[in-house]
């Protein structure tokens, strides 16, 4: 419940995020309670109505104060709803109640298309709301504080990641797992409790393996003066017991509580601990920016499991796939694909893939980021869905089932000559609410766009570095190129930054064995 009676359309607390298990933050309607509150209790009030985060406490109670009177401003409440009233008998015409008073944050998903002609499109503009974090992104105070680029180690900043809080309980929990499982009498006989030193080790020997894998682990562990290629002294003193504590690592080693009875609709559930917390800390020690990009990334894996996608379309391979939220190589947030949504924050006609998108959305902390995706994602829908999340979207878009005008479609030619009189037209369109437009230019295909992030669409001058035969040397060359292509290839790079980083790293550990 809202901690005043007046009318708030937020008063209603939001559901407990997926693997989280705070309390949802009841929301202050009344300035005059700011006051008493302290900083951290402020943060999380802004955190809840979505402001910026950074600043004194004034500065955090004149934003919330801010916040507080545009919603009452709204005059839309959630709370004390009441179901709207029956018609009168013999009325045809529906009446309507509290709850189904239209607002300005709703898109009409029916607003017709509105064909723009060139001239049009690109002097056309309108207003979009401005970006209320950081101009540019980048790492957060906290990991200013806790790391030096010149002085920490890799154990240092993996420990920001998962840390050794983290890594105790796991200990605890392998512990535990062992002696439920018998450990120390029939099976494994001298058995004795782990440490948290052999968990360190387990997990740095499998970040090792992942970097430059060895056909079998126990190869780890083989004399070097007779196997000079696998044959590590260093993993050897780093786990004393060999390779037979490495089987008892590998079968008592446990995330979870195992206390805890295994969920049917938790396919991730073993590793949730793991998961949270690689999560919230790359959420924690970094600032996004304006533009952040929204793609999937592939996790991979080539042994046997249910969860495992087949993949041909990236070099990773085979493995287990996770939409991403990456701002300048950086993987902010993810949600893996067959986790199931919290139902609380799913949108009823949208779709699973839709669904675990909006989830990342809500996970946002500044309003109006600006978001790019590729055509798995884009569609109207889904770009009215963000806007009522208030973040704005923009990407490529197929050109049938996904909201695409018709007055926009482009089809690819059949002829030569038909190519060469298709190329370089533009087409564009924009709702009758002025929240999304639609593009499209035939390159060397057509390509479709949609946006809720432009104001107008235009051709861009561009240049490029090439090589003249006729010269014989390097020079500059103009093309033209659609505004709105040019915006998605210089802000959509940050998951596939992510993904080639990862593969060169391990490329070159490949070279060094």
């Given at each position: 419940m809202c901690a005043t009676q007046e009318a708030c359309p937020r008063c209603?607390?939001?559901?407990?995020?997926?693997?989280?298990?705070?309390p949802p933050v009841v929301l202050i309607c009344d300035p005059a309670k700011l006051q008493a509150l302290k900083a951290k209790d402020l943060v999380e009030q802004c955190r809840a109505r979505k402001v910026g985060l950074e600043g004194s406490k004034s500065v955090l109670i004149n934003?919330?104060?801010?916040?507080?009177?545009?919603?009452?401003?709204?005059?839309?409440?959630?709370?004390?709803?009441?179901?709207?009233?029956?018609?009168?008998?013999?009325?045809?015409?529906?009446?309507?109640g509290p709850s189904q008073t239209p607002t300005t944050k709703t898109l009409d998903?029916?607003?017709?298309?509105?064909?723009?002609?060139?001239?049009?499109?690109?002097?056309?503009?309108?207003s979009r709301p401005?970006?209320?974090?950081?101009?540019?992104?980048?790492?957060?105070?906290?990991?200013?504080?806790?790391?030096?680029?010149?002085?920490?180690?890799?154990?240092?900043?993996f420990s920001e990641f998962i840390p050794m809080s983290a890594r105790e309980k796991w200990k605890t929990r392998s512990n535990q797992y062992a002696i439920k499982c018998g450990a120390g009498t029939d099976k494994y006989p001298n058995f004795k409790p782990f440490s948290t030193a052999e968990i360190d080790s387990l997990l740095g020997l499998h970040v090792r393996n992942g970097l430059a894998p060895v056909?079998?682990?126990?190869?780890?562990?083989?004399n070097p003066s007779s196997n000079f290629v696998f044959g590590d002294e260093r993993v050897q003193s780093a786990l004393p017991g060999g390779f037979q504590r490495l089987k008892e690592l590998k079968a008592f080693f446990h995330i979870q509580d195992p206390t805890l009875a295994e969920p049917v609709n938790k396919p991730f559930f073993k590793v949730e601990p793991l998961l949270v917390a690689v999560r919230d800390n790359s959420e924690r020690l970094w600032y996004l920016g304006p533009d952040v990009s929204l793609d999937e990334q592939d996790c991979g894996f080539q042994g046997r499991s249910h969860l495992k996608d087949k993949i041909k379309y990236k070099k990773e391979g085979d493995g287990f796939l996770a939409d991403c939220i990456c701002d300048s190589g950086y993987t902010w947030t993810f949600h893996f694909r067959h986790d199931p949504t919290p139902m609380p924050l799913t949108q009823k006609h949208a779709s699973d893939l839709h669904n675990r998108c909006l989830y990342l959305i809500k996970r946002l902390k500044f309003q109006w980021t600006r978001i790019y995706m590729d055509n798995l994602f884009t569609s109207r829908r889904f770009l009215q869905w963000g806007y009522e999340e208030k973040v704005l979207m923009a990407g490529v878009a197929r050109a049938t089932a996904r909201g695409v005008p018709d007055c926009v479609?482009?089809?690819?030619?059949?002829?030569?000559?038909?190519l060469e009189k298709a190329v370089g037209c533009v087409k564009v369109a924009r709702t009758a609410d002025f929240k999304i437009i639609a593009a499209s230019v035939y390159d060397a295909k057509p390509v479709h766009f949609l946006s809720s992030i432009h104001t107008k669409v235009h051709m861009i001058t561009k240049t490029r570095t090439v090589w003249s035969t006729e010269n014989k040397c390097r020079q500059e060359l103009g093309f033209e190129r659609l505004n709105t292509a040019d915006d998605y290839n210089n802000n959509m790079n940050g998951v596939a930054a992510v993904n080639s980083y990862l593969l060169y790293k391990r490329q070159c550990e490949l070279r060094k064995v």
């Open positions: 209603k607390p939001e559901p407990t995020l997926l693997f989280e298990n705070k934003r919330l104060e801010k916040a507080i009177a545009k919603d009452l401003r709204a005059g839309s409440t959630t709370a004390n709803r009441s179901k709207p009233p029956r018609p009168a008998k013999g009325s045809s015409a529906p009446v309507v998903c029916d607003a017709p298309w509105i064909e723009l002609t060139h001239e049009q499109a690109a002097s056309a503009r309108w401005e970006y209320t974090g950081p101009a540019k992104g980048g790492p957060s105070a906290v990991a200013d504080k806790d790391l030096d680029p010149l002085r920490s180690t890799p154990l240092d900043y056909p079998d682990m126990r190869m780890h562990f083989t479609v482009q089809v690819e030619a059949k002829s030569k000559a038909d």
